[in-house]
């Protein structure tokens, strides 16, 4: 599905990726962990056409990508869920999740996308006609989700979905990612809770100063207190 070899990536005249590589495979979920400023968000940025690598290639669905555009990355079926969620706060929920079929203009497949993301947050659909500002942190993580939902994605990048969420919401959101994993979506988690990373993913890779220090499976990411305080931090 996603492949990135030897990507480098340079803000001004400072490195922040070094020759980073790794895959994610059709239907699979691998998630990508560090600590702050280990490069995380970098190479999601860098996926979506955000960043451009300096060096290095990504090839999506065996097409390069690296290079062009966002819009033109989120039509070959790629779609990115920021930390932070950005919503349009003074527009309603539905509006909000219509500008995420902005790409699109097959008008009777985004209705049926539209219900098909309502039934899986029935939430948004009760609160359809409210403002997106006027949700709760849990309720705009979702309706990030489902704006991404709606360019039809192969593939989905998940930047940090349980930062600021409640225990009981963290477990809601991983349900939710795993009916979507399920479903055929791939995705690229980008986490710092290990919890969350070892209960969907199948390989994590771990991101320190940039480069890809270790790889190992979800499974092993629970109870390793080596792996967690040399890569990790804690």
Request: aromatic residues 2%.
């Amino acid at each position: 599905m996603l492949n990135v070899e030897n990507a480098n990536v340079w803000y001004g005249v400072t490195p922040v990726l070094h020759d980073v590589s790794f895959e994610v495979p059709d239907k699979q979920v691998i998630a990508l962990l560090g600590g702050n400023g280990a490069g995380k968000s970098t190479t999601l940025n860098m996926l979506s056409g955000l960043l451009k690598p300096r060096s290095g290639t990504v090839t999506l669905k065996g097409k390069r990508v690296d290079g062009l555009h966002p819009h033109d990355i989120v039509v070959r079926g790629m779609a990115q869920v920021p930390q932070g969620r950005y919503m349009w706060p003074t527009m309603s929920v539905r509006d909000n999740i219509a500008l995420g079929a902005i790409t699109r203009h097959d008008k009777a497949a985004i209705r049926r996308d539209t219900a098909a993301v309502l039934d899986i947050f029935p939430v948004l659909a009760e609160r359809g006609s409210a403002r997106a500002g006027d949700l709760s942190g849990g309720q705009q993580q979702m309706l990030a989700i489902a704006r991404a939902l709606m360019s039809r994605p192969s593939i989905l990048l998940m930047d940090e979905p349980s930062h600021g969420l409640s225990p009981k919401l963290v477990e809601e959101m991983v349900a939710i990612l795993r009916r979507l994993n399920e479903s055929g979506l791939a995705i690229l988690l980008v986490e710092q809770n290990v919890g969350v990373a070892a209960a969907l993913a199948s390989v994590a890779h771990v991101l320190r100063n940039g480069k890809i220090a270790l790889t190992t499976t979800g499974a092993e990411l629970i109870g390793n207190a080596e792996l967690l305080h040399s890569y990790l931090g804690r």
